[in-house]
T-cell receptor
Framework: EPEVTQTPSHQVTQMGQEVILRCVPI?????FYWYRQILGQKVEFLVS????????KSEIFDDQFSVERPDGSNFTLKIRSTKLEDSAMYFC???????????FGQGTRLTVV | GIQVEQSPPDLILQEGANSTLRCNFS?????LQWFHQNPWGQLINLFY???GTKQNGRLSATTVATERYSLLYISSSQTTDSGVYFCAVEGKIANFGNEKLTFGTGTRLTIIP
């Protein structure tokens, strides 16, 4: 069964460093998303991406964040200068069309020290 | 934005018991999904159910869109059912790009052997 895959599964980084989280969405999907979940809290929307551009972003998604689809298969989230409060589980998701079922990757646990 | 409330927040049951988890939402929806977050943090798709009733083994779900709620039923609980159950909805708003999922705060289910 096709699945969304994320790498790495766990990343530890020092405050102020840049990190790139990687995702391979399901191959025929057109809509891509990043969400995050701070430990013990609910899952929050960060950004949606369609047709090679951001279609919506939340207040969390400030200038320190960027997304890219560098080729036909990868979808990346970059955090330029990490802060302690960026520590969270980051989920990538994809869906085939508007309002269709969304599928989530297994997550990347980011720890900023 | 759309509000999603889940109840109860915590539920502790003996193995073999049945349970009902509830999700209330504040506006019309295009999409509603139920997820199980396992102890490793992965979000597992349970149901894509914007309306109607579906069953999958010991689990079933019903969404009454006109009354803005959804129910997840778990029968004959097993210890592997433990974890957090999230409801997530996509609000029915006409403008392009509003396709994100808004998650509830979850129900933490603990099944005791």
């Amino acid at each position: 069964e096709p699945e969304v895959t994320q790498t790495p599964s766990h990343q530890v980084t020092q405050m102020g460093q840049e990190v790139i989280l990687r995702c391979v969405p399901i191959s025929n999907h057109l809509y891509f998303y990043w969400y995050r979940q701070i430990l013990g809290q609910k899952v929050e929307f960060l950004v949606s991406f369609y047709n090679n551009e951001i279609s919506e972003k939340s207040e969390i998604f400030d200038d320190q964040f960027s997304v890219e689809r560098p080729d036909g298969s990868n979808f990346t989230l970059k955090i330029r200068s990490t802060k302690l409060e960026d520590s969270a589980m980051y989920f990538c998701a994809s869906r085939a069309g508007r309002s269709t079922e969304a599928f989530f990757g297994q997550g990347t646990r980011l720890t900023v020290v | 934005g759309i509000q999603v409330e889940q109840s109860p927040p915590d539920l502790i049951l003996q193995e073999g018991a049945n349970s009902t988890l509830r999700c209330n939402f504040s506006d019309s929806v295009n999409n509603l999904q139920w997820f199980h977050q396992n102890p490793w943090g992965q979000l597992i798709n349970l149901f894509y159910i914007p309306s109607g009733t579906k069953q999958n083994g010991r689990l079933s779900a019903t969404t009454v869109a006109t009354e803005r709620y959804s129910l997840l039923y778990i029968s004959s609980s097993q210890t592997t059912d433990s974890g957090v159950y999230f409801c997530a909805v996509e609000g029915k708003i006409a403008n392009f790009g509003n396709e994100k999922l808004t998650f509830g705060t979850g129900t933490r289910l603990t099944i005791i052997p």
